[in-house]
T-cell receptor, first 110, second 115 residues
């Protein structure tokens, strides 16, 4: 079992719609959770971090964490073609060990 | 202007050569990391270091070596023992584990190709 699981996609949504990206993790003791955006050929860029159960909003992005169910999600409202990228979920355990998912590719169609 | 720099951006290696990838950060971060990313794949940890003069192997350390002589610098050497080194190499840094703000930030990457 992988430490972090993501659906590889691609996830296709029309411009203006909500994109929902999901991630599950195996270590129940994980403390920190991050979403990175990676454009093709570029390095990952941190877009959201979340540390406690519930929702955290930043502009068009909302991160949701449910530790009991061991999943974290990212919602992108009013999706734009510029949001087309691969989104990586990262989970950090008690020993500061980062685990990255393999990413979900998002396509936003004009 | 704080950040992480990696050089070179592109690197070509001949069979049997050792090559060294540079990574420098001016964020005053204690921890630094090296990852490898293959096409369509996630990130795999090669080595990481949480303090100067100390580093630990990650999941795929064979064929690689690192040093951490300065807080700002964490160079990675790809040795001839690494049989399939063609990949995108990413350097990252973060504050120490005990901090709640332990996000990792990435440099722009080095794309290594074996000729």
């Amino acid at each position: 079992q992988k430490e972090v699981e993501q659906n590889s996609g691609p996830l296709s949504v029309p411009e203006g719609a909500i994109a929902s990206l999901n991630c599950t993790y195996s270590d129940r003791g994980s403390q920190s959770f991050f979403w990175y955006r990676q454009y093709s050929g570029k390095s990952p860029e941190l877009i959201m971090s979340i540390y406690s159960n519930g929702d955290k909003e930043d502009g068009r992005f909302t991160a949701q964490l449910n530790k009991a169910s061991q999943y974290v999600s990212l919602l992108i409202r009013d999706s734009q073609p510029s949001d087309s990228a691969t989104y990586l979920c990262a989970v950090v355990n008690n020993f500061n060990k980062f685990y990255f998912g393999s990413g979900t590719k998002l396509n936003v169609k004009p | 202007d704080g950040g992480i720099t990696q050089s070179p951006k592109y690197l070509f290696r001949k069979e049997g050569q050792n090559v060294t990838l540079s990574c420098e950060q001016n964020l005053n971060h204690d921890a630094m990391y090296w990852y490898r990313q293959d096409p369509g794949q996630g990130l795999r940890l090669i080595y990481y270091s949480q303090i100067v003069n100390d580093f630990q192997k990650g999941d795929i350390a064979e064929g690689y070596s690192v040093s951490r002589e300065k807080k700002e610098s964490f160079p990675l050497t790809v040795t001839s023992a690494q049989k399939n080194p063609t990949a995108f190499y990413l350097c990252a840094s973060s504050k120490l584990a005990q901090s709640s703000y332990n996000e990792q930030f990435f440099g722009p990457g080095t794309r290594l190709t074996v000729l």
